[in-house]
C-alpha cells in the first residue's frame, strides 16, 4: 500500500522557519519525482518545490531563494526547508510523487494528506 505521509507543519510567526518531511511507503523511491505543492483556501494548488530522481530541483518564484528542497533515499523522505515565512505561506501543504510513462496514460502519482502551515504576523 502507498503511503506518502507529511509531518513538520505548525503555526510560525513570519520571519521563522519551517522544515516539512514526507515519508514514502510502497512506492520506489528513487525513480520518482518528489513534489511540494500548497493551497491556501480559496486558491488553487500550486507547485511549491521538485526534485527529479536525479537530484535536479525547481522552485516556484515565490519562495525562491528561502525554500530547499531534499530528499534522502536511504529514508525514502522528502524534505522542503522554507525560512523567512511571511503570512501568504500559510497553506496546506501537499507531498506529491511523480514516475513519468513514456505516454501520459502511464504516468503514475500518489499525494500525501497535507499538512497545515500557519504563519502569523
Known amino acids: 500500500q502507498v503511503q506518502l505521509v507529511e509531518s513538520g507543519g505548525g503555526l510560525v510567526q513570519a520571519g521563522g522557519s519551517l522544515r516539512l518531511s514526507c515519508a514514502t511507503f510502497?512506492?520506489?523511491?528513487?525513480?520518482?519525482?518528489m513534489s511540494w505543492y500548497r493551497q491556501a483556501p480559496g486558491q488553487q494548488r500550486e507547485l511549491v518545490a521538485s526534485?527529479?530522481?536525479?537530484?535536479?530541483?525547481n522552485y516556484a518564484d515565490s519562495l525562491t531563494g528561502r525554500s530547499t528542497i531534499s530528499r534522502d533515499s536511504a529514508k525514502n523522505t522528502v524534505y522542503l526547508q522554507v525560512n523567512s515565512l511571511k503570512p501568504e505561506d500559510t497553506a496546506i501543504y501537499y507531498c506529491?510523487?511523480?514516475?513519468?510513462?513514456?505516454?501520459?496514460?502511464?504516468?503514475?502519482?500518489?499525494w500525501g494528506q497535507g499538512t497545515q502551515v500557519t504563519v502569523s504576523s
Open positions: 506529491n510523487a511523480l514516475r513519468k510513462g513514456l505516454n501520459p496514460k502511464y504516468d503514475i502519482e500518489f
Open positions: 510502497g512506492i520506489t523511491f528513487s525513480t520518482y519525482t
Open positions: 526534485i527529479s530522481s536525479g537530484g535536479s530541483t
